[in-house]
């Protein structure tokens, strides 16, 4: 299992945008062998002594945090579908410009990376 995590900050009035470009982006990373996606929005976050989540991101005033993830069988199939996944043309339809500025958020903030789980468990 290897898991792509994200967190971002999102205008707070873009929320059904948001999801909008969360749900078409399932559907075409699920054609690359993408198991599941989960996307959170901010409900209780709290401001940190030293760090949190709004400080990460460089959340403006107004702006809610969202906490995501999809998990995929392993790294090679992540790693596989890279070229094919931003080659695929409904990326440029339904997100419009490579730099993402058509977006609903200011990609330059947001933090993303991959994991591999030590501890699942599931009831």
Same mark, same amino acid.
């Given at each position: @299992?290897? &898991?792509q995590g994200f967190v971002l900050a999102v205008p /707070? %009035?873009?929320k059904g945008a948001y999801r909008e470009v969360a749900e078409k982006f399932w559907d075409i990373v699920k054609d690359y062998g993408c198991l599941s996606q989960i996307e959170c929005w /901010? =409900? !209780?976050i709290k401001d940190g002594n030293t760090t949190d989540f709004r400080t =990460? &991101?460089?959340? /403006?005033?107004?702006?809610k945090i &969202? #906490? =995501?993830?999809t998990t995929w069988p392993d790294r090679a199939t992540v790693d596989a579908s890279h070229e094919k996944l931003m080659a695929d043309p409904r990326m440029a339809e339904h997100f419009g410009?490579? !730099?993402g500025s058509d977006m609903p958020f200011d990609g330059k903030? @947001?933090? #993303? %990376?991959g994991f591999e789980p030590i501890v699942w468990k599931e009831a």
């Open positions: @299992m290897y &898991v /707070e %009035g873009n /901010e =409900a !209780d =990460a &991101v460089k959340a /403006e005033p107004g702006e &969202v #906490f =995501a993830w410009n490579p !730099d903030r @947001m933090i #993303f %990376g």
